[in-house]
RNA sequence: GGAGGGUUGCCCGAGUGGUCAAAGGGAGCAGGCUGUAAACCUGCCGGCUAUGCCUACAGUGGUUCGAACCCACUACCCUCCA
């Protein structure tokens, strides 16, 4: 096995808490692969970047010889995870949960290495408890410790709502723990109370303790900085804010390039598996000026493309983006939408909406007045333009919304 | 069982009888500029061929010349007392 100190420096990068580094180096010196635990909530199977951070890390165990259980919590699923939410969730059928954690492992594969993966569901145990073991597990915490958790305490303060179901689930979570005898235990900062509290009941359970590391959330495609901090949300496909790891090779490149510059950096750093020293050089190089920011982020940008999809993708991508946004090309390939209408014309921004262009016509008004709209590679500027049938015209609506529209009369 | 607080546009959040399609943020969009769908600046940001009309401030009904704002009931959420 690799020397415990390198392993213990790459396997913090980017980690924001660890307890405890002593544990962590007598495990690893035990010479032994450590189960390493990591629980996904199977009800939303859509992963996106921010997912993968955690899974790299977890890839980075697996490439030093360690196994990773990847935990479905199937059963956890149809509690509702409390984290960051008040509001309760539909109960998912046993269907949705199944076909979301296939969906689930198979995403999580372009990041880990199925062959040091395996995936338990937390049904297998908690299923068949009975309810005073259920009991039993609730007495050997305590509510005020319970409470310590930000999440409890800052809804408690506020006067909204908690329920009693949502204190069983970090019980739940750390018991999973017990009966994997988990090693390690990874998740994303929002989860370190659940993963403290899995210490714990490790340890009344007369089991070590395991070791807790988190990963940073990763802020959504619309941060910003603000006063040399990047704040924004975090990503999440809600928000629609996120690039999502099945999405076509062009969508993924196009919403990487539209990050701001000081997000980049910190995609880099969470993302990329670009050497710290490279970024470092990278970062120094677009700072003096040596480099075109530009350039690191098409970087950035292709390395996780070709990640999810291959190289070849990513320079397609690339070469299609370059001609669309940098050269403003007509792109080879729109949308092709044919248009029936009654009478003479049929009003442009009117079009653009039945096309499914846009949203509305009122939408298409207002490009229009605001120079917005392109037919045929001239720029419309009388407000009632018509399109007559019998034609095809290629139309841009804006930056990114092209058609090719044939109109005919009905 | 009782008392109180709340429900506003994609999100957050002002607004307590007319000047409200509703302040302000955020997100989003367009144009300019550019190194890009960065940054920055300007504008837009419910629908409707449109200087007007329609729909909208949880729902229903009411008061009023006129209601997001007042009243009643209903639904949902939260807190406190029991």
């Known amino acids: 096995m690799a020397d415990i100190d390198a392993q213990i420096e790459e396997l913090t990068r980017g980690v924001v808490d660890f307890h405890v580094r002593k544990e962590l180096e007598e495990r690893l010196r035990e010479g032994r692969p450590l189960r390493v635990k990591v629980g996904f909530d199977p009800t939303r199977p859509d992963l ?38 008040s509001a309760t969730r539909p109960v998912p059928t046993r269907e949705e ?22 995936i338990r569901y937390n049904t297998e145990w908690l ?11 609730a007495g050997r915490y305590t509510l005020a410790r319970m409470m310590e958790r930000d999440d409890f305490k800052k809804r408690y303060a506020e006067n909204r709502s908690i329920s009693l179901h949502e204190l069983l689930y970090p019980l739940a979570q750390g018991y999973d723990s017990v009966v994997l005898e988990a090693d390690v235990e990874l998740g994303g900062t929002d989860q370190l109370f ?30 910003r900085e603000e006063g040399g901090r990047i704040v924004g949300d975090k990503m999440s496909k809600s928000l629609d804010n996120y690039v999502g790891v099945a999405e076509a090779p062009e969508e993924q490149l196009g919403k990487l390039m539209s990050i701001s510059d000081a997000l980049m950096w910190r995609y880099y ?23 075109n920011p530009k350039q690191a982020k098409m970087s950035l940008a292709k390395e996780i493309v070709a990640r999810f999809h291959d190289d070849a993708a990513a320079d397609a991508a690339e070469a299609k983006w370059e001609a669309q946004f940098a050269r403003r090309e007509i792109p ?3 949308p092709e939408v044919t248009l029936t209408i009654e009478g003479e014309g049929v009003w442009l921004p009117k079009a653009l909406a039945e096309a499914g262009v846009l949203k509305s016509s009122s939408d298409g008004r207002r490009r229009l007045q605001q120079g917005g709209l392109q037919v045929d590679g001239d720029k419309v500027t009388d407000p009632k333009a018509q399109l007559a049938p019998g034609k095809t015209y290629v139309i841009k609506a804006g930056k990114r919304a092209w058609v090719r529209l044939t109109v005919q009369a009905g």
Request: net charge negative.
């Open 48 to 85: 996106h970047l921010g997912h993968t951070v955690v899974l790299s890390k977890m890839r980075q165990f697996q490439d030093l010889g360690h196994e990773v259980i990847f935990l479905v919590g199937d059963f956890t699923a149809s509690i509702g995870d409390p984290t960051g939410k």
């Open 97 to 118: 949960i199944e076909e979301g954690a296939r969906t689930y492992a198979a995403q999580a594969y372009s990041v880990l290495d199925p062959a040091k993966t395996s």
């Open 127 to 137: 299923g068949s408890m009975r309810f005073d073991d259920v009991i039993r597990l």
């Open 194 to 223: 659940n993963l403290l509290v899995g210490r714990e009941l490790m340890r009344e359970h007369g089991l070590r303790p395991q070791i807790v590391m988190t990963t940073p959330l990763l802020e959504g495609l619309s941060a």
């Open 269 to 291: 750093e969470l993302l990329s598996r670009v050497p710290v020293a490279e970024i470092e050089n990278r970062r120094a190089a677009c700072a003096s000026g040596a480099m």
């Open 332 to 334: 080879e390939d729109m």
